[in-house]
């Protein structure tokens, strides 16, 4: 990905502006996801939606018409559930760590 894009996408509009760097693919990014702007989305879950990943699997034969818009909305679901299920698998860790050691003191 470009980088005038990349900050594109991952900055807010009013800090963009400030940078002075060109866009070169967002105009296309946006028209080949189905999303008629993709600036100012701060976070991953966009940068991944039109990033490498969803590069490489728009390069399978027929994905691009198939898939244009399913593709990032099919990544942002995975990173959030990726987040979701790390915090959570985090969470029972440290509880069972605890019930241990709170065990072993009582």
Do not use: Q, W
Not at 51 to 57: I, N, Q, T
Not at 78 to 89: G, H, Q, S, Y
């Amino acid at each position: 990905m470009m980088p005038g894009d990349y900050f594109a996408i991952n900055t807010p509009p009013e800090v963009f502006a400030k940078l002075g760097i060109p866009t070169v693919n967002l105009a296309l990014l946006c028209a080949s996801r189905g999303r008629k702007k993709l600036t100012g989305r701060t976070g991953a879950g966009f940068h991944l939606a039109v990033g490498h990943g969803a590069k490489s699997s728009m390069r399978l034969p027929g994905m691009d018409k198939l898939l244009g818009r399913t593709v990032s909305n099919v990544a942002i679901l995975f990173e959030a559930m990726f987040i979701l299920t790390t915090v959570d698998a985090g969470t029972r860790v440290a509880r069972h760590v605890l019930h241990r050691v709170v065990g072993k003191v009582y």
